[in-house]
Protein backbone atom coordinates (compact mmCIF):
# COMPACT_ATOMS: atom_id res chain seq x y z
CA UNK A 1 0.00 0.00 0.00
CA UNK A 2 1.45 3.21 -1.11
CA UNK A 3 0.48 6.25 1.00
CA UNK A 4 1.52 9.99 0.35
CA UNK A 5 1.78 12.46 3.10
CA UNK A 6 1.19 16.22 2.80
CA UNK A 7 2.75 19.49 4.52
CA UNK A 8 3.56 23.14 4.84
CA UNK A 9 0.27 24.14 3.60
CA UNK A 10 -0.96 27.16 5.58
CA UNK A 11 -2.05 31.23 5.58
CA UNK A 12 0.68 33.33 3.90
CA UNK A 13 0.45 36.69 2.62
CA UNK A 14 1.05 37.59 -0.94
CA UNK A 15 4.33 37.76 -2.31
CA UNK A 16 5.23 35.39 0.25
CA UNK A 17 6.88 31.82 0.05
CA UNK A 18 5.84 28.52 1.28
CA UNK A 19 7.31 25.28 0.76
CA UNK A 20 5.48 21.91 0.59
CA UNK A 21 6.69 18.47 1.18
CA UNK A 22 5.26 15.00 0.41
CA UNK A 23 6.67 12.16 1.94
CA UNK A 24 5.91 8.91 0.14
CA UNK A 25 6.01 5.51 2.13
CA UNK A 26 4.97 1.18 0.97
CA UNK A 27 6.30 -0.54 -1.82
CA UNK A 28 7.14 1.69 -4.85
CA UNK A 29 7.71 -0.24 -7.87
CA UNK A 30 8.74 1.03 -11.33
CA UNK A 31 7.98 4.68 -10.34
CA UNK A 32 7.14 7.37 -13.26
CA UNK A 33 5.87 10.85 -12.33
CA UNK A 34 5.61 12.52 -8.77
CA UNK A 35 3.70 15.91 -9.03
CA UNK A 36 1.51 18.89 -7.64
CA UNK A 37 -1.72 19.63 -8.22
CA UNK A 38 -3.99 22.14 -6.68
CA UNK A 39 -8.29 21.99 -6.59
CA UNK A 40 -10.54 24.76 -6.11
CA UNK A 41 -13.90 24.12 -4.64
CA UNK A 42 -15.70 22.88 -7.66
CA UNK A 43 -13.52 23.21 -10.10
CA UNK A 44 -11.07 21.08 -11.32
CA UNK A 45 -7.96 19.31 -10.30
CA UNK A 46 -4.98 21.22 -12.22
CA UNK A 47 -1.44 20.04 -12.66
CA UNK A 48 1.05 22.49 -11.21
CA UNK A 49 4.56 20.81 -11.63
CA UNK A 50 5.77 17.26 -12.17
CA UNK A 51 8.89 15.77 -11.97
CA UNK A 52 10.09 12.37 -13.71
CA UNK A 53 12.31 9.69 -13.05
CA UNK A 54 15.14 10.85 -14.43
CA UNK A 55 14.28 14.23 -13.03
CA UNK A 56 12.60 16.14 -15.90
CA UNK A 57 10.75 18.69 -14.48
CA UNK A 58 7.64 20.24 -16.45
CA UNK A 59 5.51 23.16 -15.28
CA UNK A 60 2.25 24.94 -15.96
CA UNK A 61 2.10 28.18 -17.32
CA UNK A 62 -0.05 29.48 -14.27
CA UNK A 63 2.97 28.94 -12.04
CA UNK A 64 6.43 28.90 -14.16
CA UNK A 65 9.02 30.99 -12.94
CA UNK A 66 7.50 31.16 -9.23
CA UNK A 67 7.05 27.36 -8.24
CA UNK A 68 10.31 25.02 -8.40
CA UNK A 69 9.68 21.11 -7.44
CA UNK A 70 12.32 19.15 -6.67
CA UNK A 71 12.77 15.30 -4.75
CA UNK A 72 14.75 13.83 -2.62
CA UNK A 73 15.38 10.11 -3.05
CA UNK A 74 16.40 9.05 -0.35
CA UNK A 75 13.74 9.93 2.07
CA UNK A 76 11.35 9.58 -0.67
CA UNK A 77 9.92 13.05 -0.03
CA UNK A 78 8.98 15.50 -3.29
CA UNK A 79 9.02 19.23 -2.70
CA UNK A 80 7.19 22.42 -4.18
CA UNK A 81 8.79 25.36 -3.07
CA UNK A 82 6.11 28.29 -4.05
CA UNK A 83 7.56 31.91 -4.28
CA UNK A 84 5.70 35.27 -4.74
CA UNK A 85 2.50 33.73 -4.21
CA UNK A 86 -0.93 35.08 -5.42
CA UNK A 87 -4.38 35.27 -3.68
CA UNK A 88 -5.10 32.91 -6.76
CA UNK A 89 -2.57 30.60 -5.88
CA UNK A 90 -5.29 29.86 -3.18
CA UNK A 91 -6.42 26.34 -2.62
CA UNK A 92 -5.66 22.89 -1.94
CA UNK A 93 -2.85 21.42 -2.82
CA UNK A 94 -2.53 17.74 -3.87
CA UNK A 95 0.83 15.36 -4.13
CA UNK A 96 0.30 12.76 -6.84
CA UNK A 97 2.64 9.30 -7.45
CA UNK A 98 2.50 7.67 -10.69
CA UNK A 99 4.34 4.12 -10.76
CA UNK A 100 3.88 1.32 -13.11
CA UNK A 101 3.53 0.14 -16.79
CA UNK A 102 -0.18 1.46 -16.52
CA UNK A 103 0.84 4.80 -14.50
CA UNK A 104 -1.27 3.97 -11.84
CA UNK A 105 -2.45 7.15 -9.89
CA UNK A 106 -1.45 7.99 -5.61
CA UNK A 107 -2.64 10.79 -4.17
CA UNK A 108 -1.96 11.89 -0.44
CA UNK A 109 -5.43 13.76 1.41
CA UNK A 110 -4.43 17.64 -0.04
CA UNK A 111 -2.92 20.78 2.25
CA UNK A 112 -4.84 23.67 2.19
CA UNK A 113 -2.40 26.66 0.73
CA UNK A 114 -4.34 30.04 1.53
CA UNK A 115 -3.18 33.15 0.31
CA UNK A 116 -4.22 36.95 1.49
CA UNK A 117 -4.25 39.90 -0.27
Known amino acids: QVQLVESGGGLVQAGGSLRLSCVVSGSIFRLKTMGWYRQVPGKQRDLLAR???????TYAEAVKGRFTISRDSVKNTVYLQMNSLKPEDTAIYYC???????????WGQGTQVTVSS
Open 51 to 57: ISSGDDT
Open 96 to 106: NLQMGVSYQDY
